[in-house]
């Protein structure tokens, strides 16, 4: 993955591997992480960001009709980045459940 930079801010690049496991009771745990892998260079011009293991656990909630959702996200940008674009990025990541949310409620 890589994402295009804005003014001060130096473009990025990842290198994850991700996965999903479906459990019985109906739960779904998804994970990535980032790796190191020769089919996945860096980006030249890019600085390369570091997710540390994360991801969603979604359980059913009694009577079936809920989810509960748990998010863990752990990411080093790399390089220096404003306080405030971190802060906003971290918000709209947050906000990204709210928007699956909403999708999911109008497709009911």
């Not at 999903?20 to 790796?35: E, L, Q, T």
């Not at 752990?74 to 709209?92: K, R």
């Amino acid at each position: 993955l890589s994402f295009k930079g804005s003014g001060l801010v130096a473009p990025r690049d990842l290198c994850i591997l991700a996965g999903s496991a479906y459990a019985a009771d109906g739960s779904i745990r998804i994970v990535s992480f980032s790796i190191e892998h020769a089919l996945c260079p860096q980006v030249p011009g890019t600085v390369r960001a570091h997710v540390f293991p994360s991801g969603y656990f979604l359980r059913p909630v009694e009577g079936g009709h809920e989810t509960r959702v748990t998010y863990i996200s752990a990411v080093d940008l790399g390089g220096w980045i404003a306080s405030a674009i971190v802060n906003y990025v971290a918000q709209e990541s947050t906000a990204s459940l709210v928007r699956v949310r909403s999708m999911a409620a109008r497709s009911q």
